[in-house]
């Protein structure tokens, strides 16, 4: 069994609000120290097709992490801080994500794609679960400094706590004055209370109607106010 532990292999990820910034450490031609008879362009171009296919993996196993507005690499990973209209700072800093491949030479001798693809597949569950928690906590700080996050207190999911969810954001409206309400994620469970919900009451219906008219009232608002530079 041989162990590869390269630094090509060292990934770093980094959120900043809602877009995601990786950046990868790959062998570098011509700059890269190598051992007698390596061959790093081989290196190189076996770590971008792997990370590639960890990368789409994970997207295809996770749709909101697929959402996520993807950066181009770069070479700083800085702290990011994100300041609120409070003055309040949220700082966040990089995430290290290292992994590690394990190949048989058995498996190299006969070209077995199949435990290549396994690999791949175990990798991207193990990225999947550093990363999300990651950006989930990152999104839940960045709203309760923001004051957009609301904490139902153990209480079970209501009309009256959406209500209350869509109150403390803005809302954007299409040409047609239409609300372009914000996506729910919530866990499989959640989603599950949320299917078995009633119909919404005239009393509540109204309370939702008349939430939407004074939020297209604000959005209004603010476009008349908006200056052009």
Not at 217 to 228: L, T
Request: charged share 30%.
């Amino acid at each position: 069994m041989m162990a590869l532990s390269h630094p090509s292999a060292k990934s770093f990820e980094k959120f900043s609000r809602l877009g995601r910034v990786c950046h990868d450490k790959m062998p570098i031609i011509g700059r890269t120290k190598s051992e007698p008879f390596s061959l790093p362009e081989y290196e190189r171009a076996q770590f971008k097709f792997f990370h590639s296919a960890v990368g789409k993996l994970m997207k295809a196993k996770d749709s909101l992490y697929a959402s996520i507005p993807e950066a181009s690499p770069w070479e700083g990973i800085p702290t990011t801080q994100n300041t609120m209209p409070t003055g309040e700072v949220v700082e966040n800093k990089p995430l290290l994500i290292e992994s590690r491949i394990v190949t048989k030479w058995d498996d190299i001798r006969s070209c077995n794609l199949d435990a290549l693809a396994e690999q791949a597949d175990a990798m991207a569950d193990e990225r999947l679960s550093i990363v999300m928690p990651h950006f989930f906590s990152v999104f839940e700080r960045i709203c309760d400094a923001a004051g957009t996050g609301t904490d139902a207190r153990g209480k079970p999911f209501s009309f009256e706590l959406y209500l209350d969810g869509l109150e403390k954001i803005e809302l954007q409206f299409d040409r047609d004055g239409q609300p372009i309400l914000p996506t729910l994620v919530v866990h499989p469970t959640m989603a599950k209370q949320l299917a078995a919900l009633p119909p919404p009451t005239e009393e509540q219906q109204r309370a939702y109607n008349d939430l939407i008219e004074r939020k297209r009232r604000e959005f209004n608002a603010r476009r008349r106010h908006r200056k052009i530079h």
